[in-house]
Every structure is written in C-alpha cells, then in structure tokens.
C-alpha cells in the first residue's frame, strides 16, 4: 500500500505558528538522527526561504525542503534539509516534488545539498557533484543540474 502525502508549499511569512513549529521540530529530529546537528539548524536563512512539506494522514509532517532563492551565490535554486521519514517510495516522491516545483515556479538551475546516501537518487536524475565549492553544511555534498 503506498502512503499518500499532501504537499504544502509555503513562504516562510505565510508559515502558521503551528506550522513553522512542525517543521523546525522535524528538521531537528531528522538532522540528529543523521548525525548532522553539529551546526545550528536556525542559521538565518528560513526567512529568505520557501518551505516544501509533505504530510501524511495520522501520520502528520514526513517529509520537508527549503528553497533557498537566488542571492549571492548566482542565479540558481538552491535546496536543502531535503529530509524525511524512512518510508518506502518518500524520499523519492520528496525529489521529484521538489524537482517539479522548481522547473515550474523558478525555472532556474537546482543545486541540492544532500547526503551521501541521497546522492545516488539525484545522479540518476541527471545530478553532477559540484566540485568547487563545498556544501554549506559538514557531512553533506551539493548535487547541481542545469
């Protein structure tokens, strides 16, 4: 039986109190159970940011990303806490919302911040391995698709 997610899009001011609690609540319990909380996950870039989540029935928020937009580092997308629950088929389903999300609202380049078990679901995607510059976060690597 495949689990049915709705997926929520938000600006981070549209964000309810509920909302954004869920969400900094699972970011957290999934970047400790990765082992990468070492840095504050509150690290000022959320206000600047749209939120993708992914809720499922009885089950509340599985699956979470942030868009971080264009600034600075060029005119590209850039993704990450791509996190979810471990559940068949999500972290998928989660790549592919995000995927369509930006080809159709941004219709910019896409650079992921992702982990190393992630990496092979993005290469198959048509993700390369950027290599001059590292990612923002220890522990994680940075996908890039033009």
Known sequence: MSLEIGWLQREFH???ADELYQLMRFRQHQLSGLGLLQEVDADGRDPLAW???GFAHERGLVACARFCLPGE???LI???RLLCEPLP???EQLFLQVMERVERIFK???ECEVTDAQIPLLKKRGFDIVVDRPAARSGMVCL???
């Open 89 to 91: 088929g999500l972290e």
């Open 14 to 16: 549209q964000l309810s």
């Open 51 to 53: 939120h993708l989540m």
């Open 78 to 80: 850039r993704v990450d």
């Open 73 to 75: 580092e060029g005119a």
């Open 144 to 146: 890039h698709r033009g």
């Open 108 to 110: 910019l380049p896409l």
